[in-house]
């Protein structure tokens, strides 16, 4: 069974960092770009970044471009969302999506798989 | 940044239409996904590139996509298909971000 866990979220001040993790399982990893999507309470699904499947592909989101980093470690099947400079608008559910394709962007590339998402609150 | 437009919401019958558009400039040139996502759960890709449905994805499911519009047209709705549907293109004028719709709420009378 395909499976994507979320985790790292939690509480944090506005200013400081959080860095989210996803687990996945049940497919080759590294045979697929990954994506980082949010949705804020009562609002709408956000791409938030992207990378390939040998990492030479990144892209961000403008609103969270220079504070936001995306990484893999295809050795422990897993994407990464290191987050700086977190804002209040920053806070969202955050799902880890799998894609269709080995690059993200072009014809044919779709989030198939989605985890549950992990919660990132920003409050002081 | 492009701009994906859907209508808020679109009420249907059981067993009739239901036909969520998405607007956005020559949308008919870029290829489209659609997802499904039901209250407290993640969503579901339910077609991508223009028309085609994934594994497991009822033929009631189907796309389309010309000139400045996409579809996404649901037939003999069921109250099951109740939830929020969001479009998404890749802008290939911009690294090939993501870009989602602004979601439109079906809702089954």
């Known amino acids: 069974e395909v499976q994507l866990v979320e985790s790292g979220g939690g509480l944090v001040q506005p200013g400081r960092s959080l860095r989210l993790s996803c687990a996945t399982s049940?497919?080759?990893?590294?045979?697929?770009?990954m994506h980082w999507v949010r949705q804020a309470p009562g609002k709408g699904l956000e791409w938030v970044s992207g990378?390939?499947?040998?990492?030479?592909?990144?892209a961000y989101a403008d609103s969270v471009k220079g504070r936001f980093t995306i990484s893999r470690d295809n050795s422990k099947n897993s994407l990464y969302l290191q987050m700086n400079s977190l804002r209040t608008e920053d806070m969202a559910l955050y799902y880890c999506?799998?894609?269709?394709?080995?690059?993200?962007?072009?014809?044919?590339?779709?989030?198939?798989?989605w985890g549950q998402g992990t919660v990132v609150t920003v409050s002081s | 940044s492009y701009v994906l437009t859907q209508p808020p919401s679109v009420s249907v019958a059981p067993g009739q239409t239901a036909r969520i558009t998405c607007g956005g400039n020559?949308?008919?040139?870029?290829?489209v996904q659609w997802y499904q996502q039901k209250p407290g759960q993640a969503p579901v890709l339910v077609v991508y590139?223009?028309?085609d449905r994934p594994s497991g994805i009822p033929e009631r499911f189907s796309g389309s996509n010309s000139g400045n519009t996409a579809t996404l047209s649901i037939s003999r709705v069921e109250a099951g298909d109740e939830a929020d549907y969001y479009c998404?293109?890749?802008?290939?004028?911009?690294?090939?971000?993501?870009?989602f719709g602004t979601g439109t709420k079906v809702t089954v009378l």
């Open positions: 020559n949308i008919g040139s870029k290829s």
């Open positions: 049940g497919f080759t990893f590294d045979d697929y770009a």
């Open positions: 998404q293109v890749w802008d290939s004028n911009s690294d090939h971000r993501g870009v």
């Open positions: 990378i390939s499947w040998n990492s030479d592909n990144i």
């Open positions: 590139d223009d028309s």
């Open positions: 999506a799998k894609d269709t394709l080995h690059y993200f962007g072009v014809s044919g590339s779709a989030f198939d798989i």
